[in-house]
């Protein structure tokens, strides 16, 4: 199948990477907001094009993975785009999912397009183990934890203050929460016990440190409700000790079986993620495979990741997979 | 939607309670191929009846889950039932699963039911996870490890042994091993490095226990593989700290993303259970629910695990799934 790329940050070159991976799948282009001459991509021979030039390639591109912001971004784009393309996105702000998926649903539908919503790890892969554990575990309370991972939007808001350079911010999952939970203990969680927030700091010279400690430890909605670290650093020590883009997460449920109750099974899903947007990408592309496979059905509509089975993330046929994996 | 239970084993019996924890299930009744009359279930006022007039009650089940076992009983009944009922069963033998798929297919596509076979742990989420994994790390290596649980078959065959009054053995992963995969080292593994087998063995008065321990781990395909444990414990002691049916294990799988392949990423599923058959039963009622939800929508012929989209397996509306869970 013919994938095409709208828009090549982080994001988009984890999808042109991930496209590698898959013998079944070929780059068709990469369509930019940017100058495309001002693009250099990984892989040789694939061109680039000014995305307003997109509907020139309405019959070349099976599927379109959009790569886009979930701010302002993919909620114009996405529904736009649906009108014209098999589309796949990784709209990620969960509460306004569901407005996003009727714009796109019916985008989708009256073009007789599929589109599929919010694909990655969470939401996208933390979301089905959410609901495979609490269809399994009827009673089961669940949880997620993040990291340990690198915060973009925690970092920027470090970088806002004044006197700072630059700064990395990290979520760490509390231990001693994750073993509570771990051993059935069911207990009462916010974000803030769930979570530590460690901050590398580059400051300006002669900036006051404890003045931006105070400022980051003390933000609302970011820091305040959080035990925040802060540590200073070089330029230099930043460059080469916090450049990643590491992630990951835990999601937990734990429920019980038995007459009374007497039984506790826990379910536990957890990723370990040593580039965050590289695996987002790599699920974004099993997904662009579904909806290929949902198209050439003649489906149309919005679809999320919970509406898709698994058999048609696969390049193995149902009997290979039912051999192989089952 | 009205439930029947066909078979009262530890299965069935794990399947009457977990239809207690879902609010849009009902079990209509128990059919077994003992004389009714011996069976008390756990539920007052359920019925019991015998297997042979299942016939009769063709339309008061909504679904049938067939808890037999898979050496024989489902094979034959499983075919037999589906030309019948829409039904759910827990076939496990893996190799045969393609077999068994043919032969339920035929049997549903041609009375128009649904039928969906292989639903529990593994073969079922473990199995979930391989694909899903699979899809998004097409160049992970996935890995399986059992246990610590306890294993009715290797149980079963130290009870064989003369002089073996009773016995019950524990698979348990190896640390060592896990370890090397979760440091994303793509260790080489048999089965056999990957498990170490515990067992505890009650004997007769006068038994030759240096025997019964050679004996054991000497046993071909059951103990000569592994790094196996033998312990001597009292009537007593088995049934005060060995009666439980505890189980779980791991998948997972370890792959790379990059220009380079320079960020490794892992992906892990973890079941830790008290009750191996209980959690196994709460994983058919869930199956059932989407066996209902596609027999409503008019569809029939054989599915596994693979084929369902997570959305069927919940009582939550599509809507609500995905603002809750997505």
Sequence with gaps: ????????????????????????????????????????????????????????????????????????????????????????????????INTHFSAVDEAAKESGHVALISAGWDPGLFSLNRVYASAVLPNGVDYTFWGKGVSQGHSDAIRRIDGVKDARQYTVPCEKALTAVRNGEAPTLTTGDKHTRECFVVVEEGA???????????????????????????????????????????????????????HRQLIEYRLQLDSNPEFTANVLAAYARAVYRLAQRGESGCRTVLDIAPS??????????????L
Tied chains: 1, 2.
């Design 1 to 96: 199948m013919k994938i095409g790329i709208y828009g090549y940050g982080n994001l988009g070159k984890g999808v042109e990477l991930a496209i590698r991976q898959n013998a079944d799948m070929e780059l068709m282009g990469v369509f930019t907001r940017r100058p495309p001459e001002s693009l250099s991509l990984l892989t040789e021979g694939v061109p680039v094009y000014a995305a307003d030039r997109i509907l020139e390639f309405k019959d070349s591109v099976d599927v379109l993975v959009i790569c886009g912001g979930s701010a302002t971004d993919l909620p114009q784009m996405t529904p736009q785009l649906a009108q014209n393309f098999h589309v796949v996105d990784s709209f990620d702000t969960h509460a306004a």
């Design 208 to 262: 006051d440190k404890e003045k931006i400690a105070e400022q980051i430890k003390t933000m609302p909605n970011y820091f305040a409700d959080y035990h925040t670290t802060v540590t200073f650093v070089t330029e230099e020590e930043l460059k080469a000790n916090h450049s990643g883009l590491p992630h990951g997460g835990v999601v937990l449920c734990g429920g019980t079986t038995g007459a009374d109750n007497e």
């Design 312 to 325: 048609d993330l696969s390049p193995l046929s149902s009997e290979a997979l039912r051999a192989k994996m």
